[in-house]
Nanobody, 120 residues
Framework: QLQASGGGLVQPGGALGLSCTAS????????MGWYRQAPGKQRELVST???????NYADSVKGRFTISIDNARNTVYLRMNNLKPEDSAIYYC????????????????WGQGTQVTVSS
């Protein structure tokens, strides 16, 4: 289960923060991240981070968004600065976890989505 919080309405140039905490998942978390989907568009990657803190960002958010992880709390954060109207979307938390026994297995989990609206 992924519990996301944050989001809301903000003016262009403003900032918002998202957080997502995983619980009840199988195995060990290896990657946490955020995707977004705007009306009429496909879901797209925003940013991901590994348990070792390696990060990846979509070109459209580089320099404005910062992702971080708290492994002890199974929580991922997304700090969004200098928001633009085109950042408006439903943001989804995503988690990949791995299990090694009795055999290697990868599980993927999705959060319920949280709305981010950037508008004046």
């Amino acid at each position: 289960q992924l519990q996301a919080s944050g989001g809301g309405l903000v003016q262009p140039g403003g900032a918002l923060g998202l957080s997502c905490t995983a619980s009840g998942h199988r195995g060990e978390i290896r990657i946490m991240g955020w995707y977004r989907q705007a009306p009429g568009k496909q879901r797209e990657l925003v940013s991901t981070i590994t348990s070792g803190a390696l990060t990846n960002y979509a070109d459209s958010v580089k320099g404005r968004f910062t992702i971080s992880i708290d492994n002890a709390r199974n929580t991922v954060y997304l700090r969004m600065n200098n928001l633009k109207p085109e950042d408006s979307a439903i943001y989804y938390c995503n988690v990949h976890s791995v299990t090694y026994l009795p055999s290697f297995r990868v599980d993927e989990y999705w959060g319920q989505g949280t709305q981010v609206t950037v508008s004046s």
